[in-house]
């Protein structure tokens, strides 16, 4: 089986395609011209009172590269075409940028892209944006660097190789001669542009900005509420509107009261959606509208719409029988994926008391980004009924997709698509899927307005596109000293695939990769299987994806044999772990993020490095009384190395707190230190989520839960106390952050519990166990 | 028609007595800082003040709001430089960013009654306010932090 696994092998990148016409990222200028409809009050931060000339805006600036441009008055404008939702990307790739170019942070302005497939991916997903496009930046910074010194070498009639840009101006040291960049924008104007391969990037010690702590570019807008998301996208004479959906996938509209909803003052129009064709892909679900002059109006509207529905197939599924089902296809024998000696003779030979086996599960859960999804559409058409523009403000981590989306939907080529990227709300992968904007652009063009689209809470998290739900079953013999001979390890999960594919069941090699096949264990027996699921909700990927469930199980199990074998669970772990090497997976389909497995080898030593040094950032070892406890797990994700320890506090009756979590993570180069850190703060803080409260129930085919009262959330007061973060000094080329620190921490927390209290959970989420002791 | 007053200014409005003000404020008045979340009172994304105290805009029907004076995030502070905004650029708290309005509005109101709060004041001052980012260990420095300046 097989589906488009993107460059990562994290999800799906649904690209809009090759377009036969490029289109440019539209400048300030076209921007505000588009806006014949109104006045936008959107629009990216810009330096306060500048003469801002963006790239391909004006015929005086300097336009080295698609990222860069400089005006005359030396003002450098770069382009950010990955989403910002919380990351800081929108400062780390333009500080890559600014530091080849030389250029005076600030006088640096930040643009964010369009939907425009010149610039590469513009999927932020999958842990990738700066190990995907730190090179690039870097072309673009040397580029225009080596054009502007080229510029002042001509100016002055001196070799260029003996000028040097730097705060903002190029120098020649031997003359003392100077010019600032603005000074040289017209000369370099005019020069060819140098291929890549001829540039000259500068070494890691002459960089002044990369590696250090900058101000994040939005963080005044951020902090005085005028930053813009998706649900604060206006145009003059927009309509608001919210969507009735089948509780049930792929459930049938049967009845309606409209002149109910259209009684609610403030509401003008209901009209349906189309239902989605299977598969459902990123296809708007279909439904009933509610459209109206503010957000509450149309809320309310729905509220009187009274909407029956017929369920279909998926009517009967039940998650309590589906929990029952999904264990027993992880402990039936399945697909192989990576065999290593005779892991199953092994295990059919072994005398039953050496013979250790544990299942593992963790349930659907919700993205529940703070802001949900939203989208503002403006469609026009021609008096033939075909489509003259198409522009939405939306907050997306994926324009390109929300391009294809809008084609597939409206008959239009993807390139006629405008897709104005906002500030995404969060975004853990839900905000990759843009049905929402689907559903937008099939109101306004409807109804011949500018029409935003909210999801309520309810909404989001009733029609996600949900984390899917796991199970995971391990067996391994142990021998007289405890050490593992044999392993065996099979998962069964509904796949990512059945969004994209009707009816898939089996897992992806991508999944199946994400923590599984790449067991990094030393071991003589080994055999990873896959077992199939279907899937009855739509399934996508959530922030570290199918890591969740593959850590939790492959992290848990041998802290419980070395338990089991009487031993220290930290030592125990750094043997299992075995000789520094490079794991080879001769056989195995594995994508490993999409690079080359001598780029980004699968290195034990970084992995047994960030272990050893989380567990003395914890202090590891000392002596805890009962009730307390440090859990450990290691992980490679998207392909970074991260240890965590979770210290816990439970009370004897059965009252958890996480008192600190140390983590450490080696991810390569890194360009924002502290962006890396809150990324790992947060990671504590979703995968406490996650572990301790996450659960997405359903009944009758519909989801139970509807909103943070029923699908709960880390808070102030039950989120970890305490969050020490180390960063592995290391010049390797860059790894994942976003992700990294998930898929730890629910293993680590369970063993830490396990330690405290003598209780082992294997099943997620934890709220619903008994923790008492005495 | 009736009246009411943000940040100083005196609105005429004419909406659904039983709106929540959070949609008064967003899509009548047009002041965008002030977040949804949840609609139910869950998550205090649209935390604002009412006379001085932290309220669930979502879960205020502005008919309630009478002639009390409401402050948003826009009028917190008129140069972003409120104790509470310097401290949370000190601590780099924000990351999406999207809860933060709400976190601060939060963080300001419970200042002003616990100068120096502690932990379990925090906690209590600030469990109404989720963080799907994770950003609660810096609300919790930066608190302390404005509590700082603020008693200076
Ligand atoms: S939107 Fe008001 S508390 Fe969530
Ligand atoms: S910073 Fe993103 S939800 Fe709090």
């Given at each position: 089986m097989s589906y488009p696994l993107n460059k990562s092998g994290q999800g799906i990148a649904i690209e809009s395609g090759a377009?036969?016409?490029?289109?440019?990222?539209?400048?300030?200028?076209?921007?505000?011209?588009?806006?014949?409809?109104?006045?936008?009050?959107?629009?990216?931060?810009?330096?306060?009172?500048?003469?801002?000339?963006?790239?391909?805006?004006?015929?005086?600036?300097?336009?080295?590269?698609?990222?860069?441009?400089?005006?005359?008055?030396?003002?450098?404008?770069?382009?950010?075409?990955?989403?910002?939702?919380?990351?800081g990307i929108r400062t780390a790739l333009p500080m890559v940028?600014?530091?080849?170019?030389?250029?005076?942070?600030?006088?640096?302005?930040?643009?964010?892209?369009?939907?425009?497939?010149?610039?590469?991916?513009?999927?932020?997903?999958?842990?990738q944006s700066v190990r995907g496009f730190y090179d690039r930046m870097r072309i673009a910074g040397a580029t225009a660097r080596r054009m502007l010194e080229q510029a002042a070498a001509q100016e002055w009639g001196v070799d260029a190789e003996e000028c040097n840009a730097s705060e903002h101006k190029v120098t020649h040291k031997a003359s003392k001669r100077?010019?600032?960049?603005?000074?040289?924008?017209?000369?370099?104007?005019?020069?060819?542009?140098?291929?890549?391969?001829?540039?000259?990037?500068?070494?890691?010690?002459?960089?002044r900005i990369v590696g250090k702590n900058v101000p994040l570019t939005d963080m005044d807008g951020l902090l005085d509420g005028s930053a813009k998301f998706g649900i604060d996208a206006r145009l003059d004479g927009q309509l608001y509107a919210v969507i009735a959906r089948s509780p049930v996938l792929g459930g049938t509209l049967v009845n309606y009261d409209s002149d109910a909803a259209?009684?609610?003052?403030?509401?003008?129009?209901?009209?349906?959606?189309?239902?989605?064709?299977?598969p459902h892909s990123f296809q708007a679900l279909g439904g009933v509208a509610v459209v109206a002059t503010n957000t509450w109006a149309a809320i309310q509207g729905r509220k009187a719409l009274a909407v029956e529905w017929e369920a279909g197939p998926n009517g009967a599924f039940e998650s309590k029988a589906f929990e029952?089902?999904?264990?027993?296809?992880?402990?039936?024998?399945?697909?192989?994926?990576?065999?290593?000696?005779?892991?199953?003779?092994?295990?059919?030979?072994?005398?039953?008391?050496?013979?250790?086996?544990?299942?593992?599960?963790?349930?659907?859960?919700?993205?529940?980004?703070?802001?949900?999804?939203?989208?503002?559409?403006?469609?026009?058409?021609?008096?033939?009924?075909?489509?003259?523009?198409?522009?939405?403000?939306?907050?997306?981590?994926?324009?390109?997709a929300a391009q294809g989306i809008l084609a597939g939907t409206l008959g239009i080529p993807p390139e006629q698509a405008i897709v104005n990227v906002t500030l995404l709300g969060g975004g853990f992968g839900r905000k990759s899927k843009p049905d929402?904007?689907?559903?937008?652009?099939?109101?306004?063009?409807?109804?011949?307005?500018?029409?935003h689209v909210t999801w309520t809470r309810e909404d989001d998290i009733r029609h996600d596109y949900y984390h899917t739900v796991g199970a995971v079953h391990m067996q391994a013999v142990q021998d007289k000293q405890g050490k593992p001979t044999a392993w065996l390890q099979r998962s069964a999960f509904p796949p990512i695939t059945s969004t994209f594919v009707a009816g898939a069941r089996d897992g992806g090699a991508g999944e199946?990769?994400?923590?599984?096949?790449?067991?990094?264990?030393?071991?003589?027996?080994?055999?990873?299987?896959?077992?199939?699921?279907?899937?009855?909700?739509?399934?996508?990927?959530?922030?570290?994806?199918?890591?969740?469930?593959?850590?939790?199980?492959?992290?848990?199990?041998?802290?419980?044999?070395?338990?089991?074998?009487?031993?220290?669970?930290?030592?125990?772990?750094?043997?299992?772990l075995g000789e520094d090497r490079h794991l080879k997976l001769d056989g195995v389909q594995y994508s490993n993020g999409g690079e080359s497995m001598e780029d980004?080898?699968?290195?034990?030593?970084?992995?047994?490095?960030?272990?050893?040094?989380?567990?003395?950032?914890?202090?590891?070892?000392?002596?805890?009384?009962?009730?307390?406890?440090?859990?450990?797990?290691c992980h490679r994700s998207f392909l970074s190395y991260c240890a965590t320890v979770v210290e816990v506090d439970v009370s004897k009756s059965g009252v958890l707190s996480i008192t600190k979590v140390s983590s450490v993570i080696d991810a390569g180069t890194v360009i924002h230190p502290d962006r890396v850190k809150a990324q790992m703060e947060g990671a504590a803080v979703f995968g406490t989520s996650l572990a301790v409260h996450g659960e997405i129930t359903a009944k009758d085919g519909a989801v139970i839960e509807s909103n943070f009262d029923t699908y709960p959330l880390a808070r102030m007061n039950d989120a970890p106390k305490e969050i020490q973060v180390e960063i592995v000094e290391n010049d390797a080329p860059p790894g994942g952050v976003g992700e990294v620190g998930v898929p730890p921490f629910a293993p680590a927390l369970c063993n830490a519990i396990f330690a405290a209290t003598g209780k082992r959970v294997r099943r997620l989420p934890i709220r619903h166990h008994d923790l008492s002791w005495s | 028609m009736s009246e009411i007053r943000v940040n100083g200014q005196t609105h005429e409005i004419q909406t659904d007595p039983d709106m929540p003000l959070l949609w008064v404020l967003r899509d009548v008045l047009g002041m965008q800082g002030t977040k949804y979340g949840c609609g139910i009172g869950q998550c205090g994304s649209c935390t604002v003040h009412l006379a001085g105290q932290a309220v669930k805009a979502c879960s205020l029907p502005v008919s309630a709001v009478g002639d009390l004076e409401v402050t948003t995030i826009e009028g917190l502070s008129t140069d972003g430089q409120h104790p509470v905004q310097k401290a949370w650029r000190e601590h780099g708290v924000p990351q999406c960013g999207y809860c933060q309005v709400g976190q601060m509005m939060a963080a300001a109101a419970l200042l002003t009654s616990k100068p120096k709060p502690t932990d379990a004041d925090i906690d209590r001052g600030m469990s109404g306010n989720l963080c799907r980012c994770g950003t609660y260990t810096r609300v919790r420095a930066a608190i302390k932090t404005a509590g700082k300046e603020m008693a200076k």
């Open positions: 377009p036969s016409v490029l289109r440019p990222a539209l400048s300030r200028r076209a921007f505000m011209a588009s806006l014949s409809a109104g006045s936008l009050v959107l629009a990216t931060r810009f330096a306060s009172g500048a003469s801002v000339s963006l790239v391909g805006s004006s015929a005086l600036d300097f336009e080295p590269d698609l990222f860069v441009s400089i005006d005359p008055t030396g003002l450098v404008t770069i382009l950010a075409h990955r989403s910002e939702m919380g990351t940028v600014a530091d080849e170019l030389g250029a005076d942070w600030e006088r640096v302005v930040i643009e964010q892209s369009i939907g425009d497939a010149r610039t590469g991916s513009q999927n932020t997903d999958g842990s100077s010019l600032g960049f603005g000074e040289l924008v017209e000369a370099a104007s005019k020069l060819d542009v140098p291929a890549p391969q001829s540039l000259r990037m500068r070494d890691k010690k002459e960089y259209l009684a609610v003052d403030g509401v003008v129009e209901v009209l349906e959606i189309p239902p989605f064709e299977a029952a089902e999904l264990a027993e296809s992880a402990r039936t024998p399945g697909r192989v994926c990576r065999d290593e000696g005779d892991a199953v003779a092994a295990l059919k030979d072994a005398d039953p008391a050496d013979v250790f086996s544990a299942d593992y599960y963790v349930p659907f859960l919700a993205h529940a980004p703070m802001e949900p999804p939203c989208a503002l559409a403006n469609v026009e058409l021609n008096s033939d009924g075909q489509v003259t523009h198409c522009e939405v403000w939306t907050a997306t981590q994926n324009p390109q929402y904007v689907a559903e937008a652009a099939i109101l306004s063009r409807d109804l011949g307005a500018p029409v199946m990769g994400m923590g599984f096949t790449d067991l990094p264990y030393a071991l003589d027996h080994l055999r990873v299987e896959n077992s199939p699921a279907s899937a009855h909700l739509r399934i996508g990927w959530l922030r570290s994806v199918a890591h969740i469930y593959h850590a939790f199980g492959v992290c848990s199990f041998p802290d419980e044999l070395a338990h089991r074998a009487g031993k220290e669970p930290l030592s125990y772990l750094l043997e299992l980004y080898p699968i290195d034990i030593a970084r992995l047994r490095h960030v272990t050893e040094r989380a567990a003395k950032l914890a202090g590891w070892g000392r002596k805890l009384p009962k009730g307390k406890g440090l859990g450990i797990a | -």
